[in-house]
């Protein structure tokens, strides 16, 4: 995979998640259940790095963003701090 952009990692709760799995439906459903808790710039595919086993793909997390199903589950939101946009954080960034 290439190297971490450090500005997918220049603020508290941004997280750059690498996944490795056998087949692409189990990677694509890790990042399924990562996007289901927060915002997330998702891959659409997945790639094959030669002499690897398995399959690779990167997701981008924004632990900052609610997602609406929290609240559905009773999931408490995290207060805003002083600096942070009405509505929540700024947008995930891919």
């Known amino acids: 995979m290439n190297p971490i952009n ?11 998640v ?17 996007a289901a808790q927060w915002a997330t710039a998702t891959a659409d595919r997945v790639t094959r790095d030669p ?3 398995g399959v690779r793909l990167r997701c981008y997390l924004d632990l900052r963003q609610p997602i609406a199903s929290r609240t559905a589950r009773g999931i408490a939101e995290p207060a805003l ?6 509505g929540g954080a700024l947008p995930v960034r891919p």
């Open 18 to 34: 690498d996944v490795a799995a056998a087949d692409a439906a189990t990677a694509l459903a890790v990042q399924e259940a990562l």
């Open 81 to 86: 701090s002083a600096d942070e946009p009405e």
């Open 6 to 16: 450090k500005v997918h990692v220049q603020e508290p709760g941004l997280v750059v």
């Open 51 to 53: 002499g690897q086993p």
